[in-house]
């Protein structure tokens, strides 16, 4: 389990390795272009399953910590679900991993050797 320490008082916010990755890939591309937006998310059942949320700000310190050394591929599809969020008026909702796109071998491709 993975943690975004927020603010300069390290507010700890739990999330998987996985989906932290994918997270500071959208939040660090819009910090980059020096915009603000809101993130939001479900809590846990341990601190009460409401919602939280927090103001992004480039101003504001960011810590991503990983559990795990290794880095975890990326699915373009949910880097671009999350996106898409953080550029709406609501801001960056996050959401559940969307089922990976798959490239199937197309059977009637045939391979020619010569």
């Known amino acids: 389990m993975g943690v975004l ?7 700890e916010i739990d999330i ?12 660090t591309s819009k910090l980059r272009r020096n915009e603000r937006f809101l993130f939001s998310w479900t809590n846990s059942l341990t601190v009460g399953s409401g919602r939280s949320s927090v103001w992004m700000d480039p101003g504001i310190p960011l810590y991503f910590r990983y559990f795990h050394a290794g880095a975890s591929a990326i699915n373009r599809a949910w880097i671009d679900a999350l996106m898409e969020s953080a ?8 959401t559940s991993e969307p089922e990976r796109e798959t490239v199937e071998p197309n059977p009637k491709v045939q391979r020619i050797t010569g």
């Open 87 to 94: 550029n709406s008026v609501s801001g960056l909702q996050f």
């Open 16 to 27: 998987d390795d996985r989906a932290l990755a994918h997270l500071q890939i959208v939040i």
């Open 5 to 11: 320490l927020y603010g300069s008082h390290g507010m």
